[in-house]
């Protein structure tokens, strides 16, 4: 339950209280001094860092918990009732390809780090991976453990650091938009994993084409700006964290706009296609468009490894 005190907080964050945060900040992916002010939303200021172009509120402050507890009573409802949002099939399909490319016999030890109700780690603790994972979300915890049987603890990464424990493949989705320090954050992931182990992240995309004309202009739900969102990222800025952090990138890009599975709802469920091999070939084509067209998806995913 929110305190008082907690709601206060968040209010004069949401307002933008920057008082205490004078100056010109660092980019919080590469540490460079060349930002400047790009934009804002309501009374922050949004930076742009020259060097690696990602963008980012100053100053870097997320909410409480009770901010997430309180805004997140939909996505916990969900969770308790086992609905899983089609967003994740992308990912998952991503994840399934790494380990049987990367991980011999597709055996071996995942956290999840910011697992929520553990969405990724259900399939991959069925297949017969040594699954873990950590989220700073006391109800998501419960309904990890309670409902669907997974090893989740309500832990910091640098409280698993201090076990002693390395893993062949951490995951990150959607987590690092909301920390203050993302590259502090990846490199505590490095200490994590085993020597030459995997890390996947997938962020929102800044420039998903449905979504890029409204973003700067601050017309999108408040999911998308601070203080939920403190950091926005395009390929680019991924690319140039993983590598200061201490991991050779194996890919990283922007999702397809259509995805597989959009392209083939909206042949079938809005436009009327038979469910068969027409509607298979239908979205073939409306991706292939997307691709020509350059138009990129609603996240950025990357495939990294960890440097010896």
């Not at 010109?24 to 922050?44: H, L, M, Q």
């Not at 805004?71 to 308790?80: F, G, K, L, N, V």
């Not at 040594?130 to 109800?139: L, V």
Request: aromatic letters at 8%.
């Amino acid at each position: 339950m929110a305190t008082a005190r907690n709601l206060e907080e968040n209010r004069k964050i949401e307002a933008g209280d920057r008082s205490t945060t004078p100056g010109v900040p660092d980019c919080p992916g590469c540490t460079s001094a060349t930002t400047a002010p790009a934009w804002r939303y309501k009374d922050f200021e949004i930076y742009h860092c020259h060097s690696c172009d990602l963008q980012f509120t100053h100053p870097m402050e997320a909410g409480s918990q009770s901010f997430y507890e309180v805004r997140y009573e939909d996505y916990m409802a969900d969770a308790a009732s086992g609905n899983v949002h089609p967003g994740y099939q992308f990912l998952k399909e991503k994840i399934d390809e790494t380990i049987r490319k990367e991980i011999p016999g597709g055996k071996g030890s995942v956290i999840d780090i910011g697992c929520g109700a553990g969405v990724l780690l259900m399939d991959l603790q069925q297949r017969g991976l040594d699954c873990f994972g950590i989220d700073f979300n006391p109800h998501l915890v419960r309904i990890a453990r309670e409902k669907f049987g997974l090893n989740v603890e309500k832990r910091r990464v640098e409280e698993v650091a201090a076990m002693d424990i390395r893993y062949d493949l951490a995951l990150l989705s959607h987590v690092l938009e909301h920390v203050s320090t993302p590259l502090d954050l990846l490199r505590q992931i490095g200490t994590l994993l085993k020597p030459g182990g995997l890390l996947i992240i997938d962020v929102p995309n800044r420039l998903y084409c449905r979504q890029r004309a409204r973003f700067s202009k601050g017309e999108l739900g408040w999911g998308e700006y601070p203080p939920h969102h403190l950091s926005f990222w395009s390929e680019k800025p991924m690319r140039t964290a993983l590598k200061a952090a201490g991991f050779a990138v194996v890919e990283c890009k922007p999702r397809p706009y259509p995805e597989a599975h959009q392209a083939r709802h909206s042949m079938v469920a809005r436009r009327g296609w038979p469910d068969n091999s027409l509607a298979d070939l239908g979205s073939r084509v409306l991706q292939t468009v997307g691709s020509l067209l350059g138009l990129q998806g609603a996240t950025v995913y990357a495939i990294a490894r960890k440097c010896n």
